[in-house]
């Protein structure tokens, strides 16, 4: 999904990179209401292992591969605001260090893999947790896994949508051909991102008392980042 230069012409690369500058900017913001002294640490043992993990591929049809985005992983554990930063700075030095993604193509990469990724998985995660919370009148583990796997898939699919758009405003390729390779073969890339995704968090909701150990501010109190957290705790993570 990473766009590599002259993929994009410079209409599209320049208002993709002022979007993406406007939202990474305002993360900033919310980073500093939401982001205590104590979570800085974890948020980067988070930003690290993403990193690595991106460079772990998972075959899929036909003899190609895809690998973890991460984008959703950080949004539901750390909130949107953190998890773009720290999916840009990811981005960013995969363009500079590894090549992996063009220079002129960063701001689109970012849009779509930091931002939209992010948010749409973090709502997506977070409707089907409220929703369940409505029906059922509690929260489950199993019902935050299953929908951080369906949040991811989403995401995934929402990020090759927005790279298929761009690519087809450049007038690389037609627009109906590029979404539907990209839906296509996004979609299965989308399954092993849910399922590893889906693993990860299952792990920590079963660990989670470490976890919330470091992601409570200075005076003890939950932020909006660890909803996740939170809610495992009231319901005693049943």
């Known amino acids: 999904m990473h766009i590599p230069d002259g993929f994009l012409d410079i209409k599209t690369w320049t208002s993709s990179a002022a979007v993406a500058s406007g939202v990474i900017a305002y993360s900033l913001k919310g980073v500093r209401k939401g982001l205590g002294d104590r979570q800085v640490p974890m948020v980067g043992v ?52 590894f090549g992996d993604g063009g220079i002129t193509a960063l701001g689109a990469n970012v849009l779509n893999m930091a931002v939209i990724a992010v948010f749409v998985g973090y709502y997506v995660y977070t409707v089907l947790t409220r929703a369940s919370r409505r029906v059922y009148g509690k929260e489950n583990n199993r019902i935050r896994i299953f929908a951080a796997f369906v949040a991811s898939w989403v995401s995934v699919l929402a990020a090759a949508l927005a790279c298929a758009l761009e690519i087809s405003a450049s007038g690389m390729i037609a627009p109906g051909l590029a979404i539907s390779a990209m839906l296509f073969w996004h979609t299965f890339i989308g399954l092993g991102e849910g399922a590893i995704t889906a693993a990860i968090l299952a792990y920590l909701l079963e660990t989670k008392s470490e976890v919330l150990a470091s992601m409570t501010n200075s005076d003890g109190a939950y932020t909006d980042a660890n909803v996740v957290f939170r809610t495992a705790e009231s319901d005693g993570g049943k």
């Open 46 to 97: 988070l930003a690290a292992f993403v990193f690595a993990a991106q460079m772990v591929n998972f075959p899929i049809l036909g003899g190609t591969s895809g690998h973890l985005i991460g984008s959703t992983f950080l949004a539901v554990v750390i909130g949107p605001w953190a998890a773009a930063l720290v999916m840009t700075v990811v981005l960013l030095i995969q363009c500079l260090v």
